[in-house]
């Protein structure tokens, strides 16, 4: 009897210091094709920072391969980390906001990385450009480590406007849904890449590294990986009906997203 309080008091002392020693725990949740996999690699190389580079959701994942409890032990399993300033991964905006994990998103307020791409024409060419990879219409990869090439591709000009108007309304949800977090940072495709077609090294500008570093609680770093954009070109090297495209865009609420093509 005399050793169980002993016993007890040294649990609750181990607990304690793991509680100490536990990372903050954060989670990017971006949309669909804007730089979230480039974002997560770059904090991956911050020595502060545990960040998952995939998304531990996707079916194809090593969480989900190698643990296989439910969805919310699998977020908990990555943000429980210890030895790290900020434990954090990405979500796309279907997995944060699933009816499993968004509640439990809510109750235990993570810092939230909000990231999203303010042109929705390129984002939506992007899109359906992947989609059509993923079916083999296409040989383009979604990540490379190599210097892309272009890949032209015919999209229907009304199949282009219908996705961007989609994508606009999942960002309207997704900013009334992150209104409820209490620690929450935006940054768009063009704050973290430098530009919808920049050429510059694969890193995060300067001044958007700073702003996530400070927003994380980590010390500035110099923030990039060996990811290459797969397609930093204009839509006209992108699209062989790209006059079609660029007529019925004109004639649209995007017309402003147009650039110089």
Known sequence: MRGRPYRAAATVSR?????????????????????????????SNHPQVFCDRGEPLHHDSVWVNNLRPNRRHLLAAVTNQTGYHVSMCKLTYAQAFHPHIWPWLEKRQPLVVWL???????????????????????????????????????????????????????????????????????????????GEMATSAERLPEETAARLCAFLGVRPEVLGCDLQRVNPFPLRELLSNWPAVRAAVRKSEFTGMLGDG
């Open 116 to 194: 999203r791409r303010e042109n929705l024409i390129r984002q939506a060419v992007s899109v359906l450009i992947n989609k059509q990879a993923r079916r083999g219409g296409v040989k383009r990869a979604q990540h490379t480590f190599r210097e892309a090439r272009p890949v032209q591709v015919e999209l229907a000009p009304e199949q282009v406007l219908a996705k961007a108007r989609e994508l606009r309304s999942h960002d309207g949800q997704a900013r009334a849904r992150l209104a409820r977090m209490s620690k929450m940072l935006a940054v768009t495709y063009a704050e973290v890449t430098g």
């Open 15 to 43: 607990q304690n210091d793991q509680t100490q020693n536990m990372a903050r725990a954060a989670i990017i949740i971006a949309a669909i094709r804007s730089g979230g996999t480039f974002l997560s690699h770059c904090l």
